[in-house]
């Protein structure tokens, strides 16, 4: 009998009830729909970080290479045959920094830019990074360069070697790359044990050097001081 009332209810309701499943389904739909479009949002905005990330990327090897390039110049500028030998290895390099560092105000804009330098162009505004003031130090320590005089080409060398080490230290902080292996799960038990087994083979090579090359400087070695050209 209960059933039976609770039928002839629902049949003289039936529009009241359609009304409410009706609205219930729609909430459970609007729901997952959001639930969805939040995971759409957070999917779109990984995907252009690591697009950005990518040409960040590109931008730092770039870099690295030509601040090797320039380290190397000056330790080897006494080596150059003639002047006009090396002013064109020097013109080349510093045409590379040059667009390096234009390139990478696309990466790493200006800092402050409403409070300094407003009169200049929109990208120069402001205060540089230090990602890019190190490439500006290499830009102007190449600049300086000679054949003879000035800062040994060792001293030169280990100025510019400085500034690539800042400038690796602030592109790794801008791709931040333990948070992507975290994003994609590297760090697995089998990942952890290769990585072990690698630190030891670094150690074990380490320590072939240390006796092929007894005395060699290991890990950031000491920069020489500032002192008249010598011979080399």
């Known amino acids: 009998m209960a059933t039976d009332n609770i039928w002839q209810m629902l049949t003289d309701n ?13 909430v459970i739909g609007a729901l997952a729909s959001r639930a969805e479009t939040r995971k759409q949002r957070q999917l779109r905005t990984e995907q252009l970080r690591q697009t950005i990330d990518s040409s960040s990327l590109d931008w730092g090897n770039a870099a690295i290479d030509t601040l090797a390039r320039a380290a ?32 990478g105000r696309m990466f790493f804009p200006n800092l402050d830019e409403h409070k300094k330098g407003t009169e200049k162009d929109g990208a120069y ?26 800062p040994t080409g060792d001293n030169s ?18 791709l931040d ?25 670094a150690d074990s090579l380490r ?14 070695p000491t920069r020489q001081p500032e002192q008249p050209e010598t011979v080399q």
């Open 14 to 26: 039936v529009g009241t009830v359609v009304t409410v499943v009706s609205a219930i389904a729609a």
């Open 125 to 150: 505004r402001g205060s540089r990074p230090p990602i890019l003031d190190a490439m500006v130090w290499v830009h102007c320590e190449t600049a300086a360069l000679t054949r003879e005089g000035g």
């Open 72 to 103: 190397m110049l000056a330790r080897t500028r006494h080596f150059h045959g003639n002047e006009g030998s090396f002013q064109t290895a020097k013109a080349a390099t510093l045409v590379n920094l040059t667009g390096l560092i234009d390139r």
């Open 157 to 174: 060398g280990a100025f510019i070697d400085d500034c690539r080490r800042l400038v690796v230290s602030e592109l790794q902080a801008h």
């Open 207 to 220: 320590q072939q050097l240390l006796t092929r090359r007894p005395g060699v400087a290991i890990d950031n």
């Open 177 to 201: 790359p333990r948070r992507l292996n975290q994003v994609v799960g590297r760090y697995d038990g089998q990942t952890r044990t290769h990585q072990q087994q690698a630190i030891e083979r």
